[in-house]
């Protein structure tokens, strides 16, 4: 599976962004879809997952009530929008594939994009 993930850019605090991320050459629909985040100098972190169906869905506490992740199998997409964003939200934004349910660990994704930039001005 490959993952191309867009969307990033510059916002100002408070406003929004949507990244989207489009996945090729496997089944995309069988598993769980995430997306992580790596500001500099920090580890890669958990933002939030989406089981294969969408019916389920997971936040990291930072992004919860801000944050929306869908996904469109018949798009082969998943997308997340950023909504009220601060800018402690700047970092690389990266999504990733898992053939298990979902998960916020790293570790079980076996695919990931190349990731795309967002960056929030104060």
């Known amino acids: 599976v490959q993952l191309q993930a867009s969307g990033g850019g510059l916002a100002q605090a408070g406003g929004s962004l949507r990244l989207s991320c489009l996945a090729s050459g496997g089944t995309f629909s069988s598993g769980g879809m995430g997306w992580f985040r790596q500001a500099p100098g920090k580890e890669r972190d958990f933002v939030a997952a989406?089981?294969?169906?969408?019916?389920?869905?997971h936040y990291a506490d930072s992004v919860k009530g801000r944050f929306t992740i869908s996904r469109d199998n018949a798009k082969n997409t998943v997308s997340l929008q950023m909504n009220s964003l601060k800018s402690e939200d700047t970092a690389v934004y990266y999504c990733?594939?898992?053939?298990?349910?979902?998960?916020?660990?790293?570790?079980?994704?076996?695919?990931w994009g190349q990731g795309t930039q967002v960056t929030v001005s104060s």
């Open positions: 989406i089981s294969w169906s969408g019916g389920l869905t």
């Open positions: 990733a594939a898992t053939k298990s349910l979902y998960s916020s660990s790293a570790e079980t994704y076996e695919y």
